[in-house]
T-cell receptor, first 114, second 111 residues
Framework: EAEVAQSPRYKITEKSQAVAFWCDPI?????LYWYRQILGQGPELLVQ????????DSQLPKDRFSAERLKGVDSTLKIQPAELGDSAMYLC????????????FGPGTRLTVL | GQQLNQSPQSMFIQEGEDVSMNCTSS?????WLWYKQDPGEGPVLLIA?????ELTSNGRLTAQFGITRKDSFLNISASIPSDVGIYFC???????????FGGGTRLMVKP
């Protein structure tokens, strides 16, 4: 069964450093999502791509976060500089298209900022 | 923004017991989804509901899409130890482009 791949699974960094997370969605899935999940809470959407285009980044802290999906396949989420409050699980999900409701999640990247 | 109130926040039950959890919203959703998340992993889709009043089963799991489109519940029958985890409801808005998650229900099962 096809899965969403994410790496790294765990990342520890010091505040003010730059970090990057990678996501490879299920093959053929046009829509890709990045979520942030703080411990004890549900995931919150950061950014949504349709192919290579950003369709919703209203919740992305653009002063320090950036996301790209240059070829409309895999995607990178970057934080620069990282802050203590960025410690969370970063989840990537994909779906066949924007209207399709079934989002499949990857295993996530657990970020700890010291 | 939209918010989903999920209850209970946690449950500690005996193996074999039935479990019920629910979500309510101040807004209408077109689709309700239920996910399970194990520690250190991403959420896994359990059940999807597409129509108001719909009742759907997946093995020992049963979920319903409320008539008002503002609520949903999930039942687990005859719980087993592997049911342990965090269960999240999620609602998809009318435009079909925003998935909002509840706060989760942590289920613990005593063998």
């Amino acid at each position: 069964e096809a899965e969403v791949a994410q790496s790294p699974r765990y990342k520890i960094t010091e505040k003010s450093q730059a970090v990057a997370f990678w996501c490879d969605p299920i093959s053929g899935h046009a829509t890709l999502y990045w979520y942030r999940q703080i411990l004890g809470q549900g995931p919150e959407l950061l950014v949504q791509f349709q192919d290579e285009s950003v369709v919703d980044d209203s919740q992305l802290p653009k002063d320090r976060f950036s996301a790209e999906r240059l070829k409309g396949v895999d995607s990178t989420l970057k934080i620069q500089p990282a802050e203590l409050g960025d410690s969370a699980m970063y989840l990537c999900a994909s779906s066949r298209d924007r209207v399709t409701d079934t989002q499949y999640f990857g295993p996530g990247t657990r970020l700890t900022v010291l | 923004g939209q918010q989903l109130n999920q209850s209970p926040q946690s449950m500690f039950i005996q193996e074999g017991e039935d479990v019920s959890m629910n979500c309510t919203s101040s807004s209408i959703f077109n689709t309700w989804l239920w996910y399970k998340q194990d520690p250190g992993e991403g959420p896994v889709l359990l059940i999807a509901l597409y129509k108001a009043g719909e009742l759907t089963s997946n093995g020992r799991l049963t979920a319903q899409f409320g008539i008002t489109r503002k609520d949903s519940f999930l039942n687990i029958s005859a719980s087993i130890p592997s049911d342990v985890g965090i269960y999240f409801c999620a609602g998809l808005n009318n435009a079909g482009n925003m998935l909002t998650f509840g706060g989760g229900t942590r289920l613990m099962v005593k063998p």
